[in-house]
């Protein structure tokens, strides 16, 4: 594994912007198109001059539109991608195809919203669409079926007889997020909630487990950049056994560069770009040749400050919890949570050195080395069970540790999936603990699916002002 040395710039940063999501550039055109989800609009940023103008949709309007692009309305954009003269829009239920002369075409009416989507062109005549939707373990295959970029979707034996998309659609992902094409190996790749996914042309596939993935694109060589489930870091994986390389840019702690929250990203194969958007910002990752070797087994040796001989006497400190010892370096607990700076750096009898134990009644043994664990690593083992996701995130909050609080937040209500009643008591709890991360997860997926949501007793327990905040967030719809 190489070690490489990464440059990060800002291409443009407006405030005429909302909220960018989507991105993408035609291949003989030197100019990036943004989706912006709040304004529900399109917008094309020349690479040269960084002017910006309005490629399709009317600003701060949204609608459903077909017609001239500036006059179209689009309602909820995520996704964007190009293939011949075509830009494709996920357009919340409808996938909408712009086109330069025809203006702004849409599919048929789908039951639930889509997500992303990437084009694969195999020829003549078998350019394939692949669309993920919101609810999960969902996908679609679409193609274009004439030359205004209208797109039908694939039934049964009108699918590309190949395995990697046989092999695609029976996969079961937790909200399947940006996918890419790498035409090097003819894999398909999926960003989901759960980690990325490489499915070969011969059907067999690669995992990685991470906390979350997001935004996704592919290089000329086949290595991955991915974004992480906060946005605030950019990794690269690949090899034989696709697998994480390095941290690209950004990271919790890198305050020197850090990232606003990475939304989708594109790699430009001309320039060797990878261009990503953040929320009111395009920005660009330039790779330089490989300087320095990054050691993979640095998450490994960190674990070793945990019930380790390894840890000075000095630097120790030893938790109690339900009969059992847990040692940890207090050097690493100061760096990582404000709350274990305050205690050990205070001068009271717990930042001693040879200290006694430090006795904890109200929590379990997993629970508290889990927290323990993340601190460490950053490494958190995501188990489906609520009661557990619930006591980690009790205690993430209590001891201040917002990245593993976040996370889980957010799986907590993927796992609730579907359930909306579910959904709806995490939300009523969020407001009780004054839970904000784990609040906007809950109304993220209440506001798509607000009818059936209105039907449940649980909604009648939100607040005046979280249901003020749902109407908001509908009529952006």
């Not at 904890?360 to 889990?370: G, H, K």
């Not at 999936?417 to 809950?442: M, S």
Request: hydrophobic content about 35%; overall charge negative; charged content about 25%.
């Amino acid at each position: 594994m190489d070690g490489r040395e990464y440059f990060t710039s800002t291409l443009v940063r407006d405030s005429r912007f909302g909220s960018l999501q989507g991105i993408a550039k035609f291949e003989n055109e030197d100019a990036i198109y943004v989706a912006d989800q709040t304004n529900a609009c399109i917008w094309r940023i020349d690479i040269e001059s960084t002017e910006i103008t309005l490629y399709a949709g009317e600003p701060g309007c949204p609608g459903s539109k077909d017609v001239p692009n500036q006059s179209a309305k689009f309602q909820w954009i995520i996704g964007l991608a190009t293939h011949g003269s075509c830009l494709y829009v996920t357009d919340y239920s409808y996938i909408r195809a712009v086109h330069p002369t025809h203006g702004v075409i849409s599919s048929s009416r789908a039951k639930s919203s889509f997500q992303s989507l990437a084009v694969i062109d195999k020829g003549d005549d078998s350019t394939v669409v692949i669309t993920s939707k919101s609810n999960r373990s969902s996908i679609s295959l679409f193609h274009t079926v004439d030359s205004n970029g209208e797109l039908l979707e694939m039934e049964g034996s009108d699918r590309p007889n190949l395995r990697s998309f046989r092999c695609l659609l029976k996969q079961e992902f937790n909200n399947a997020g940006q996918m890419a094409y790498g035409v090097k190996s003819e894999s398909i790749y999926v960003a989901h909630k759960r980690g990325l996914m490489k499915i070969n042309q011969d059907g067999n596939v690669f995992k990685i487990d991470t906390n979350s993935a997001y935004g996704l694109a592919v290089d000329k060589n086949e290595d991955v950049y991915f974004a992480s489930y906060d946005g605030l870091e950019i990794l690269r994986a690949g090899g034989e056994r696709f697998s994480i390389i390095e941290t690209v840019c950004g990271g919790k702690w890198n305050y020197d560069n850090r990232l606003d929250g990475v939304r989708q990203m594109f790699y430009d194969s001309q320039s060797d770009l990878l261009y990503f958007t953040e929320e009111k910002a395009v920005r660009t990752v330039k790779l330089k040749a490989p300087l320095v070797h990054l050691d993979a087994r640095l998450r490994e040796d960190l674990g070793r400050l945990i019930d380790s001989d390894d840890i000075p006497a000095s630097d120790q400190v030893t938790f109690l919890v339900e009969g059992k010892r847990i040692r940890v370096s207090k050097t690493i607990l100061c760096l990582r949570s404000e709350y274990f700076k305050a205690m050990f750096q205070s001068g009271f009898a717990e930042s001693q050195a040879n200290a006694s134990p430090i006795s904890l009644s109200d929590t379990t043994y997993d629970t508290f080395y889990a927290l323990v664990a993340f601190i460490v690593t950053g490494r958190f083992e995501i188990k489906e069970c609520s009661k557990y996701l619930l006591d980690v995130l009790i205690l993430s909050d209590r001891y201040l540790v917002q990245d593993l609080k976040s996370l889980c937040s957010k799986t907590l209500v993927d796992f609730a999936g579907d359930n909306l009643e579910t959904v709806l008591n995490y939300a009523c709890l969020a407001e009780k603990r004054g839970f904000q991360e784990l609040l906007n997860a809950c109304l993220d997926s209440i506001v798509p699916e607000l009818e059936d949501a209105c039907c449940q007793e649980a909604f009648k327990n939100l607040s005046k002002s979280t249901l003020l905040e749902i109407i908001s967030r509908s009529t952006k719809i």
